[in-house]
């Protein structure tokens, strides 16, 4: 029998099914460091993914956080009021020159989307070059690490040949009311290598407040749907690269409110140069219905690279300013300054990095600070990697980490890890032990995967 299933699961899966489950223990203990066994917890999910070729299905269930002193004397029944899932199918068909691809389930989306949604930039890192890739917007099934989304469905046509003059296209309906569609083209010319158009538009339904009054932050406006598109352009050469998005939002209070942003890279031997450019009008509402509040961004990360003896040397900074408004009915202007350096040293056994990061806001007139350094190492079949960082918070209070982590090669062990974290400040020092262990099998029919994590914190 157990031959003849593993036959027909051959037969069936075109790679092995992959299960995966982690388990969690959250412990406080007191003064003394016994455990307080009132607010001690666990917490479990598991995941399911299987490949049918053209066919994929994913499911995952997380079982939320249940008190250790609440196992005693429950039943399969009552976990069944804490779980929570999440699954998705993906579909795919090859018609001719153009495949199809139809998505549902809990999905998570990124691309134009997430532009509509967020558009401003957060402070480059300093030694990794910004992407340069546009497909309009990209949808994804959902992983057992990622939190519950709603349901949506995609659906996406795109041609295999660039000779096709179609461009892909896609729509995405959300069970909140957002509807998106997106066109997306990539070509050549003769004097420019790379060249790629997208354009996403959609609909988001937002109400602000239910109630007006004399004292409210924000202007009242009634629910409604409300319009908003995104266009974005990319002209890519071998040593320059630039990435141009414009997004016009439907405002509540008449007309329309647009935002502009634009990232470009220059390479130049071993140096290279990186700019991100945002603005964009008042009174915006994004497609996540927020007001972001930022009306200017501007940053630059120059890097260095190049080689050292055996291996490479990289240097990097980035800086720039953001310009918010406070949350206030009157707001009033401030700016966020971030500055990031980080130098790192990669040779064939072994790897040293180091990073410092700065932001300083003239609405507080207090700046926060975190410094860290990581080594590598590669000993036959595992990989040591141990790292310590310290931070200072506006409100000055101190935090340090010190972690190591120990990867396995070809091994039942997929990776140990061990992390302490303390707080020293105003309040009373707080403390956190975290270790975690991943376990990972595969056989010709099964990937299997696990994990199990313990917590140890200061109760409060």
């Known amino acids: 029998m157990a031959h003849l299933c593993a036959l027909l699961t051959a037969h069936l899966f075109s790679t092995p099914v992959e299960f995966n489950s982690s388990v969690g223990f959250t412990v406080p203990v007191d003064d003394d460091n016994r455990m307080v066994r009132d607010i001690s917890e666990i917490k479990w999910n598991c995941g399911l993914r299987l490949n049918l070729g053209s066919t994929m299905l994913a499911g995952n269930a997380r079982f939320g956080s249940t008190p250790l002193i609440e196992l005693r004397g429950n039943t399969p029944k009552d976990y069944l009021l804490i779980q929570e899932y999440s699954y998705g199918i993906w579909h795919s068909e090859n018609l001719g020159k153009v495949k199809v691809d139809v998505l549902a389930g809990n999905l998570k989306f990124s691309g134009g989307i997430s532009r509509l949604k967020t558009p401003s ?13 546009i497909t309009g917007f990209t949808s994804s099934l959902p992983s057992s690490s990622s939190s519950k989304s709603i349901f949506s469905w995609t659906a996406a ?86 990435l141009t998005s414009i997004g016009i939002y439907e405002n509540p209070f008449g007309g329309t409110r647009q935002w502009l942003r634009n990232k470009s890279n220059l390479t130049a031997g071993f140096f290279s140069l990186g700019l991100l450019f945002f603005n964009a009008d008042e009174d915006i509402i994004t497609a996540s219905g927020n007001t972001p509040r930022i009306g200017q961004q501007i940053f630059l990360s120059p890097r260095f690279n190049f080689k050292a003896g055996k291996g490479i040397f990289s240097l990097g900074s980035s800086f720039g300013e953001t310009s918010r408004k406070t949350k206030k009915r009157m707001a009033s202007p401030y700016s966020q300054y971030d500055l990031k350096l980080g130098g790192s040293y990669t040779a064939m056994k072994y790897q040293l990095k180091g990073n410092y990061d700065y932001t300083y806001s003239t609405e507080t007139g207090k700046d926060k600070a975190s410094f860290g350094i990581d080594g590598g190492i590669i000993f036959m079949k595992v990989k040591s990697n141990t790292s310590f960082t310290t931070s200072i918070s506006e409100d000055k209070s101190r935090k340090y980490k ?7 090669k070809k091994s039942f062990f997929e990776s140990l890890t061990a992390a302490w974290t303390w707080t020293e400040g105003k309040e009373k020092e707080k403390w956190n032990l975290d270790a975690s262990a991943n376990f990972s099998r595969k056989t010709k029919y099964f990937l299997m995967k696990g994990k199990i994590s313990f917590s140890f914190r200061k109760a409060s």
Not at 126 to 132: L, N, V
């Open 402 to 408: 010190l972690s190591e982590k120990i990867n396995f």
């Open 157 to 242: 046509l795109i041609p295999k040949s660039p000779e096709i003059p179609l461009p892909a296209m896609q729509i995405a309906i959300l069970e909140s009311g957002e509807r998106y569609g997106s066109l997306y083209r990539k070509f050549t010319c003769h004097f420019i290598p790379e060249i790629s158009f997208s354009f996403t538009a959609g609909t988001f339904f937002h109400e602000y407040s239910k109630e007006s009054g004399w004292f409210q932050n924000e202007r009242y406006y009634n629910e409604s749907d409300f319009l908003s598109s995104e266009f974005s352009a990319l002209l890519a050469w071998r040593n320059f690269k630039t």
């Open 121 to 133: 930039f957060t402070c480059p890192s300093p030694q990794r070059e910004s992407s340069f890739q």
